[in-house]
Structures are given as C-alpha cells and as structure tokens.
C-alpha cells in the first residue's frame, strides 16, 4: 500500500573513536548517507561502510558532506564564502564518489549535515548554491531536503530531482523546522514515540509540532541519526511496524 524510503547517517566514526552500529543497521534500511571526511568519517571508515553497502545490493548509496568540524561534529555552523561552499561541496562528492567507484558503486544522492542542512533548510541562497555544486558534479544526483525547504526548492529550480525528508526522532517547531539541538528536547529517545510517528508520517503525510501544531509533509524519505544512543532499536522497531501496517522500506529513486 505505502512505500517509503528509510535513510541513517552512517560512516560517522573516526581513527579510534567508535560511533554508531552500522553494519547492524545497514541491512535493515534502503539509503545511507556517508559522512565524506570533514565532520566525521575517515578513509577506512568510508572504505569499510562502502563494503557494508556493496553487501546489501538493496540499499542506495548517498553522500553526507558538512562543515570541516571533526571537533564539533559538523554542528557548528561555519560562515563561508560562496566559492568556498561550493568547493567544499564538490571535494567532499569528489572523495567519496572515487572511493565508490573502485567498488563499483555509484552515488545516488546527496544530503548535507548537520548545520550546513540546517543553514540550507532556511536560507535559499545558501541552499542555491549547495544545489549548484551538486548539479555541476554530476547532475544525474538527487538533493536530499528537509521536506518543503528552501534546500527543496533550490534543487528543483536547479534541475535536479529532489527527495523530500521528514525525521522521525526530532520534533518540529511550528514553522517546519526542526528544533534546534541547543534544546534539552530536541532529540526524541522515546522509542514507542518514534515508532508511532513514523508510521502517521507516511500514513497521514502530516507530524505534529512541539507546540501541537499539525504539519503537512511530502514524505519520500525517513531519516533516524545513526549516532542516536538508541538507533539500532529505533530502526528495529520502526522495520516491524512497517511490516505490521503493510509499509515497504526502498529507495524509490
């Protein structure tokens, strides 16, 4: 009856520093977003996710380029020229699609991180320009959003495709935003919440704000953060409900 995408940010951990279950996580979704090496990720980690994708045949293959913030996670939002962005944008692509491509697996997306995808989200200029980058390095790319942003609108005038994304562990402002991670509540923990959440995203196309406000979403994909403390039951846990309501999980794209 549904189908939906299930995305995680994944390759997120560096030289000895442990972050995140990827390769219990991998086989249970349809899309990953690897961190290209500037907010986490380094080129065995990158290397060693790669193998994990490359084994489940069933799972699209997306880039996760951010600020160069290792120290913050890409939290941290970095003020940059226009230029600068872009070629940030298209060396963090360039890494990650040559490590690819000797695996023989081909990009199918990109999603920004962290404050550069909030940043996007609102600021159209800022977003037009990420687009742009993505479209000159390969325009055959989809540009992963938050569901109905400025990052949205800027791939499609761009002429990209576009996946809008809704998150199924964070809570909304009223606006359509998510809630800024300064809040103590940004993050949703509560696994039966977001289980719950998730399935009314894809049933109803709609979430309800911090405030109770009802939103209205396009939802072609679902994101849940891979370095959540509890992203492996989430994961778990939103597989079975979506088999209970008859919700596929694939990339449609």
């Keep these: 009856m549904y189908t939906v995408d299930l995305n995680v940010d994944l390759g997120e951990s560096y030289g000895n520093y442990i972050l995140g279950n990827d390769d219990k996580i991998i086989p249970l979704i349809s899309s990953v977003n ?7 990720g380094d080129p065995l980690v990158i290397n060693k996710t790669l193998d994990l994708i490359k084994d489940n045949e069933h799972v699209s293959l997306g880039a996760h380029p951010g600020y160069r913030d290792i120290e913050g996670f890409g939290r941290r939002h970095i003020p940059m020229t226009d230029k600068e962005l872009e070629a940030n944008i298209i060396y963090q692509l360039s890494a990650l ?3 690819a491509r000797t695996k023989g697996l081909q990009l199918n997306h990109v999603k920004p991180h962290g404050a550069m995808y ?11 320009i990420i687009a742009r980058a993505v479209q000159k390095f390969n325009s055959s790319l989809k540009l992963m959003g938050l569901s109905g942003s400025s990052l949205i609108q800027a ?10 994304e809704v998150f199924a562990d964070r809570e909304y402002m009223d606006d359509g935003s998510l809630m800024p991670r300064s809040h103590p509540n940004a993050v949703i923990h509560d696994t039966s919440k977001v289980i719950e959440r998730t399935v009314k995203m894809v049933i109803d196309q709609k979430v309800t704000s911090v405030n109770g406000k009802i939103l209205d979403l396009i939802v072609d994909s679902i994101c849940i953060h891979g ?8 994961v778990q846990g939103v597989v079975q409900a979506f088999k209970e309501k008859g919700i596929s999980i694939a990339s449609k794209y």
């Excluded at 791939?155 to 809008?164: D, P, Y």
């Design 34 to 40: 690897v961190a290209c090496g500037f907010h986490a």
């Design 97 to 99: 699609e040559g490590m």
């Design 118 to 128: 909030n940043a996007a989200s609102k600021d159209y200029e800022m977003a037009k």
């Design 155 to 164: 791939g499609e005038e761009v002429g990209l495709s576009v996946i809008h």
């Design 227 to 234: 370095d959540s403390p509890g992203a492996v039951e989430f």
